[in-house]
């Protein structure tokens, strides 16, 4: 029989289940929709199931004129916001309280007079939502650059990988007279990065569970990839193949901080059978 081994940290973080556990807490206490901008979480299943109850997704919070909505764990945009309260919208804060020190320690840097640097990728909602509460200003960095500015002060991502963090940081010594840093990445994902890794060396096969639109698992399934060449990145149980486990003794099982317990198990169980 295969063994199958499991990262201890897989599955939903603590700000994704806090949110889930709230979205469907006010599902019971409200009719009407509740809705959510953007996916509330990165993993098609959940989000079917969360359609299926009348919370839904929109991506430009002017399409909505009532109902409840819900601000999902990694922020939203400060006008985002404001439009809320303008229209006096009934709204749920699911934000990760994670995310928000990224948000209160950039907000206190801009106003002690640094110029801020957010490392991160810009593309993502938590980058977005950060630097609109700057006004849009602050600098986003992915790799180690100079910064024009007699005053640094750095946050970083939740989600951002240590090394790069470290990177940029120590890129930015000696160039500013006055540099600031706030590691500010969640130690959810950074263990769970960790611990992915470490098994996947020591098992024949890999398995990432987690949503193919979720960065996140993306990037835990690549690093995962480097440790282990026979490692897959599948969403559900319904995509494993009998000839991955072909002579093979040990699986590693690790999922993304938006892949809920359920989809996991399913995984475990199915190649427990083959
Ligand atoms: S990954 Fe970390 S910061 Fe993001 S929602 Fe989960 S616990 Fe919060």
Request: glycine residues 8%; contains cysteine; hydrophobic residues 35%.
């Given at each position: 029989m295969i063994e199958v081994i499991k990262t201890?940290?897989?599955g939903f973080c603590f700000g994704v289940r806090?949110?889930?556990k709230a979205?469907?807490?006010?599902?019971?206490r409200t009719t009407g929709p509740?809705?959510?901008?953007?996916?509330l979480l990165h993993n098609p299943q959940v989000v079917q199931e969360l359609v299926s109850q009348d919370i839904v997704p929109v991506s430009d919070v002017r399409s909505v004129?009532?109902?409840?909505i819900a601000y999902r764990s990694h922020g939203i945009l400060r006008e985002e916001e404001e439009y809320i309260g303008r229209q006096r919208l009934s709204a749920i804060d699911l934000v990760c309280p994670f995310v928000k020190r990224v948000r209160k320690c950039a907000m206190l840097l801009r106003k002690e007079g640094y110029r801020v640097v957010i490392v991160g990728d810009p593309e993502h909602p938590e980058v977005k939502s950060v630097l609109s509460y700057l006004d849009n200003d602050g600098i986003v960095l992915?790799?180690?650059?100079s910064i024009e500015s007699s005053k640094v002060g750095v946050v970083s991502q939740t989600t951002q990988d240590q090394a790069t963090y470290v990177d940029i940081v120590q890129g930015l010594v000696g160039k500013a007279e006055e540099l600031r840093a706030f590691n500010t990445i969640c130690d959810s994902t950074r263990s769970r990065k960790e611990e992915a890794v470490a098994l996947a060396a020591r098992v024949d096969v890999m398995l990432v569970v987690g949503g193919r639109n979720s960065a996140n698992t993306t990037k835990l399934f690549h690093l995962v990839e480097k440790a282990q060449p026979n490692s897959h990145h599948i969403e559900t149980d319904e995509e494993l193949k009998p000839e991955w486990f072909a002579g093979v003794t040990k699986v590693g099982v690790t999922g993304g901080t938006s892949t809920p317990d359920s989809i996991i198990e399913k995984v475990?169980?199915?190649?427990?059978?083959?």
């Amino acid at each position: 029989m295969i063994e199958v081994i499991k990262t201890k940290n897989c599955g939903f973080c603590f700000g994704v289940r806090r949110a889930v556990k709230a979205v469907l807490k006010e599902r019971g206490r409200t009719t009407g929709p509740i809705y959510t901008l953007g996916p509330l979480l990165h993993n098609p299943q959940v989000v079917q199931e969360l359609v299926s109850q009348d919370i839904v997704p929109v991506s430009d919070v002017r399409s909505v004129k009532s109902g409840t909505i819900a601000y999902r764990s990694h922020g939203i945009l400060r006008e985002e916001e404001e439009y809320i309260g303008r229209q006096r919208l009934s709204a749920i804060d699911l934000v990760c309280p994670f995310v928000k020190r990224v948000r209160k320690c950039a907000m206190l840097l801009r106003k002690e007079g640094y110029r801020v640097v957010i490392v991160g990728d810009p593309e993502h909602p938590e980058v977005k939502s950060v630097l609109s509460y700057l006004d849009n200003d602050g600098i986003v960095l992915q790799n180690p650059s100079s910064i024009e500015s007699s005053k640094v002060g750095v946050v970083s991502q939740t989600t951002q990988d240590q090394a790069t963090y470290v990177d940029i940081v120590q890129g930015l010594v000696g160039k500013a007279e006055e540099l600031r840093a706030f590691n500010t990445i969640c130690d959810s994902t950074r263990s769970r990065k960790e611990e992915a890794v470490a098994l996947a060396a020591r098992v024949d096969v890999m398995l990432v569970v987690g949503g193919r639109n979720s960065a996140n698992t993306t990037k835990l399934f690549h690093l995962v990839e480097k440790a282990q060449p026979n490692s897959h990145h599948i969403e559900t149980d319904e995509e494993l193949k009998p000839e991955w486990f072909a002579g093979v003794t040990k699986v590693g099982v690790t999922g993304g901080t938006s892949t809920p317990d359920s989809i996991i198990e399913k995984v475990e169980k199915r190649v427990k059978n083959f």
